[in-house]
């Protein structure tokens, strides 16, 4: 972790072409709608500096404001935009990426995500008050200057309990990790010098998370995610909101997780799967995450090929269907192999941990396999949507109409 540069860049000292909300820092970019991944580390090692660190970030807050506008009582209101970019100079030896992806990926991971938190905290701070005419420039710094050390002082902390003289203390990064999931569920600061006993509850289902009024479904997603989830690039168009089950929009949304499977004392293995939640609005900007369920399928990647809604029980309203896929290429077959799963509705008022399946009439509008088997063709009769939704109509399920689903 490198030092982060906290500067602000007021609207009149900017060229026009900077006054929009595309402008990022130089030599940086904006990572807060997905996890990330050994790719956004492009930079090298420099040195002596660098001559034993494994991997590291360079994350750069920075805010820019409006010219600003004059108040009743002749004070300045100002709209700001504070940004967080995940600099181009963040490195990772090539070692570490192949050997270690996980577990460096993860700590790495922390070190934005406190950045990130920081960013907001600065958003929210320099727009809840107003300025002096003659004196706002000095008035903002305050604010970010005290903002600014304990930006620091959290960073410093992390990796001194983590890595004391060098060493990886795997129990402080589990720590750690609880700590900044915590803070970024709940959008604060205020537990990363927590016991275990405070933040554990990051591991139990039905979580309630804080949403950052106006903030985008997919930065809510992002940073209420749960622990050891990644957020990739390919699950932002499977994001949806809808109002299928609630008033207000709900919001299902999938991640992958790495897992790890060891046989007979051999070296342990890592798998991927596919966890599906639901975010269920449960007070005023506040949710309950709640698990749909777990895609698995050892070393084969599931994918997920289409989440809707349609009616498959005796009430009116809709339930959760996913279909998903996973390629079967072996001795005796080559193709791919489909599934569905159908999910109860939810009552809002008795929010589950987890969904409950309709297995019986899942397993009738199951695609099976579709390709080659033993060297004869098999065509599978579910796979796209359009073909269990007309499935699910024939057996008798009768689909009223629903305000629209946002997909993304």
């Known amino acids: 972790m490198r030092l982060l540069i906290l500067f602000a860049i007021l609207t009149a000292h900017l060229p026009a072409l900077c006054q929009t909300d595309d402008w990022i820092a130089p030599e940086g970019k904006i990572i807060n709608y997905r996890t990330l991944n050994w790719n956004d580390f492009i930079g090298k090692p420099r040195g002596e500096e660098d001559k034993y660190t494994l991997a590291a970030v360079c994350p750069a807050i920075y805010y820019y404001a409006d010219s600003g506008h004059i108040l009743p009582n002749g004070r300045v209101a100002f709209k700001f935009t504070v940004k967080c970019a995940f600099q181009s100079d963040a490195f990772v030896r090539e070692a570490t990426a192949k050997e270690h992806t996980n577990y460096y990926l993860i700590h790495e991971q922390n070190h934005y995500d406190i950045a990130l938190t920081y960013a907001r905290l600065l958003q ?3 727009s809840a008050r107003d300025y002096s005419k003659d004196n706002y420039s000095d008035e903002m710094d305050k604010v970010n200057e005290a903002l600014y050390k304990n930006y620091r002082k959290t960073q410093t902390s992390y990796d001194g309990e983590v890595n004391p003289e ?3 203390a795997k129990e402080k990064q589990y720590l750690w990790d609880m700590r900044v999931r915590k803070c970024m569920e709940q959008n604060t600061d205020e537990f990363y010098a927590s ?3 405070v933040v554990a509850t990051v591991r139990g289902l039905g979580q309630t998370v804080k949403r950052i009024p106006g903030e985008p479904a997919r930065q809510f ?13 390919e699950m932002v ?3 949806i909101e809808t109002q299928a089950w609630t008033v ?3 919001i299902i949304a999938f991640y992958t997780q790495k897992y790890y499977l060891s046989e007979d004392g051999m070296t342990p293995k890592d798998y991927l799967r596919v966890l599906a939640f639901a975010f269920v609005p449960n007070g005023k900007d506040t949710y309950r995450r ?3 369920d777990t895609f698995s399928n050892l070393d084969k990647p599931v994918k997920i090929v289409a989440a809707f809604f349609a009616n498959a029980d005796s009430d009116a309203t809709r339930e959760l269907v996913i279909v998903t896929s996973t390629a079967q290429r072996d001795a005796r077959s080559n193709g791919t192999h489909y599934s569905t799963r159908i999910y109860d509705n939810i009552k809002p008022k008795a929010l589950p941990a987890k969904l409950k399946k309709l297995d019986d009439v899942a397993a009738k509008v199951s695609g099976g396999f579709d390709g080659d088997m033993d060297g004869r063709p098999l065509k599978a009769k579910y796979k796209t949507e359009a073909e269990v939704a007309e499935a ?5 399920y009768i689909t009223v109409p629903l305000p629209p689903v946002i997909t993304y």
């Open 237 to 239: 168009s499977r994001l």
């Open 248 to 250: 207000e929009k709900s």
């Open 124 to 126: 929210q701070q320099l």
């Open 166 to 168: 060098g060493r990886m």
């Open 392 to 396: 699910l109509t024939k057996m008798g």
């Open 290 to 292: 709640v698990l749909i």
């Open 221 to 233: 997603v992002v940073r209420a995610r749960p622990l050891y989830t990644e957020y990739p690039q």
């Open 195 to 197: 016991p275990e006993a």
